[in-house]
């Protein structure tokens, strides 16, 4: 196994299984998070959701298997939020290279998209989320300078913003 065999792709509808079944068990079983499929329904719905205006979502997936997730959110103004990254344990770190591929493949659509801010919400706890999106040149901003639109979860207690070059 290599990174040379993760593909990184636009979701399709037969992701969907593929989907939960990588978010929900880290959500779960790895932050404590008691939360089901059916308390997201913008994963039920991610080509409604996510793939309109600006926003998009991909994949990655090594063979048939999703391995890991990224989406982006239209929410106006040419600004757009990062929702649901999330990486299977057994391809994490720089030997595949998975997060910073799907990242990548995120700002690239965002950038073809005229999308010219990017801003993500996450805990204080994930000291390694913070960070790969430090290293990836997102800054943090406080909460009260967030767009209106933003959609703040209930876990999210730290802020990231990153200003893509027009």
């Not at 880290?26 to 499929?37: K, M, P, S, V, Y």
């Not at 993500?120 to 300078?145: I, M, N, P, Q």
Request: overall charge negative.
């Amino acid at each position: 196994m290599s990174a040379t065999d993760i593909q990184i792709q636009r979701f399709e509808p037969n992701d969907q299984q593929g989907v939960f079944d990588v978010i929900v068990p880290i959500q779960r079983e790895e932050f404590g998070i008691a939360i089901t499929a059916e308390d997201q329904p913008d994963l039920k719905a991610i080509p409604e959701f996510y793939q309109s205006g600006t926003g998009d979502f991909w994949v990655a997936r090594q063979g048939e298997q999703v391995i890991g997730t990224i989406g982006l959110k239209d929410i106006g103004s040419g600004q757009a939020a990062l929702r649901k990254m999330f990486v299977a344990a057994p391809f994490r770190g720089r030997e595949f290279g998975v997060a910073a591929r799907l990242l990548s493949c995120l700002i690239e659509g965002a950038g073809k998209k005229g999308v010219s801010e990017i801003f993500l919400g996450t805990t204080d706890k994930f000291l390694a989320a913070h960070r790969f999106y430090e290293k990836h040149g997102f800054t943090e901003v406080a909460k009260e300078s967030l767009p209106a639109s933003f959609p703040i979860m209930a876990v999210d207690s730290k802020f990231y913003k990153l200003r893509l070059l027009p």
